[in-house]
């Protein structure tokens, strides 16, 4: 049973450009949620999906935009990078009911040069 | 979601029990607390939550005072791979609540030493 997975396991971009980070949840899970942790920090949240659309934000520009997919796969878009936005990105899964605890990815590092 | 509080960081010895304290003082009724950890470098991992009673799992055991306002996270016997970042999060649960937002704070490093 795999776990939640996560890629690129890095990325290296310049300011302006644009990136894309993909997520799949652990098997069973249909409800996926986003982080940003810089360096030093706690996990800070972004937004989740559940059913394909966005269902809660948090304190993010809409330069972070995402996706989920019918597989209930997810993607993090962010547009015009900053370098403020290297960071290390967390994807997590969980199902949308019950008191259950989220599974996180690996994450993928992103640094912007 | 209520906030928490947790010391910054504790130390322990490796085979003796780690007791990770947090305080939740303002907590609400249908708030659980959760707690996770980071080995660094990875994700974080989910370890055990309650409501009001005391859990126990394969990993760790919670107890929460009776007034709810603190609990600690009990590791009964820490080895080195315990070494991490522990978060206790307050969250809401139920009622048409989203299920994606955990708040982390700066957490507990617990260094387990040999």
């Known amino acids: 049973d795999a776990g939640v997975t996560q890629s690129p396991t890095h990325l290296i971009k310049t300011r302006g450009q644009q990136v894309t980070l993909r997520c799949s949840p652990k098997s069973g899970h249909d409800t996926v949620s986003w982080y940003q942790q810089a360096l030093g920090q706690g996990p800070q949240f972004i937004f989740q999906y559940y059913e394909e659309e966005e269902r809660q934000r948090g304190n993010f520009p809409d330069r972070f935009s995402g996706h989920q997919f019918p597989n209930y796969s997810s993607e993090l878009n962010v547009n015009a990078l900053l370098l403020g936005d290297s960071a290390l990105y967390l994807c997590?899964?969980?199902?949308?009911?019950?008191?259950?605890?989220?599974?996180f990815g690996p994450g993928t590092r992103l640094t912007v040069t | 979601d209520a906030k928490t509080t947790q010391p910054t960081s504790m130390d322990c010895a490796e085979g003796r029990a780690a007791n990770l304290p947090c305080n939740h003082s303002?907590?609400?009724?249908?708030?659980?607390v959760y707690w996770y950890r980071q080995i660094h470098s990875q994700g974080p991992q989910y370890i055990i939550h309650?409501?009001?009673n005391n859990e126990t799992n394969e990993m760790a055991s919670l107890i929460i005072t009776e007034d709810r306002k603190s609990s600690t996270l009990i590791l009964p016997h820490a080895t080195l791979r315990d070494t991490a970042v522990y978060y206790c999060i307050v969250r809401v649960v139920g009622g048409g609540t989203s299920y994606g937002k955990l708040t982390f704070g700066q957490g507990t490093i617990l260094t387990v030493h040999p």
């Open positions: 309650g409501l009001k």
């Open positions: 997590a899964s969980t199902i949308p009911t019950g008191t259950g605890g989220q599974y």
């Open positions: 303002t907590i609400s009724g249908n708030e659980y």
